[in-house]
């Protein structure tokens, strides 16, 4: 089993729909990060957070550490939001273990 | 643009070939980060330096190698290179080691 699991694996909504991904692990952890990949390939930091919520635009990151999950939602979703999400968390002071990613498409 | 550069951009070569890899990170920040993503593996960490030095190290192959230089660039040296090491290679830097980190565009490299 993985250490950190993401679901869903793929997901397909319509525009304006709001989106939720979601993000378990099962170590210990210092922080979590989201990342958003581009089908470019290019990788951006969305998130980092350690406790509760955290908010950017239309992008709200929750955590829960008692739980161990995390959650990644968008709101008034967009065809230019269609791109893999990575959930990736921080194991000590360095080391990031990533999810499989979520591949998200956003139809018009 | 992350301000984290990464060059070449492609890079295809053979079997048992070496490459290096190099990478900028942005202005200011003295970590650097290695990450391999493979079709099957997906996202892996390899290596990470701060300030010159090793800091941490995750599933870098024997045949890999990297180095930080005084001006904080990094490059990273694979060897005798298999069709399995085809992948993209991802820099990224960040001030201090828990920091956000910021991704380079990343090295594609393919090995025929």
């Known amino acids: 089993k993985n250490e950190v699991e993401q679901s869903p694996q793929n997901l397909t909504a319509q525009e304006g729909e709001f989106i939720t991904i979601n993000c378990s692990y099962s170590v210990g952890i210092s922080a979590l990060h989201w990342l958003q990949q581009h089908p470019g390939g290019g990788i951006v930091s969305l998130f980092m957070l350690s406790s509760g919520k955290k908010k950017h635009g239309r992008l709200i990151a929750t955590i829960n550490i008692q739980e161990k999950h995390s959650s990644l939602h968008i709101t008034a979703s967009h065809p230019r939001d269609s791109a893999v999400y990575i959930c990736a968390v921080r194991k000590g002071a360095q080391k990031l273990v990533f999810g499989q990613g979520t591949r998200l498409t956003i139809n018009p | 643009d992350s301000g984290v550069t990464q060059t070449p951009k492609h890079l295809i070569t053979a079997t048992g070939q070496r490459v290096t890899l190099r990478c900028s990170p942005r202005?200011?920040?003295?970590?650097v980060y290695w990450y391999q993503q493979s079709l099957d593996q997906g996202l892996q960490f390899l290596i990470q330096y701060y300030n010159g030095e090793e800091r941490a190290k995750g599933n870098i192959l024997e045949r890999f190698s990297a180095q930080q230089f005084p001006d904080l660039h990094s490059e990273l040296n694979l060897s005798s290179l298999e069709l399995g090491d085809s992948a993209l290679y991802f820099c990224a830097s960040s001030v201090e080691g828990a920091a956000t980190q910021y991704f380079g565009p990343g090295t594609r490299l393919t090995v025929l």
């Open positions: 202005s200011g920040d003295l970590s």
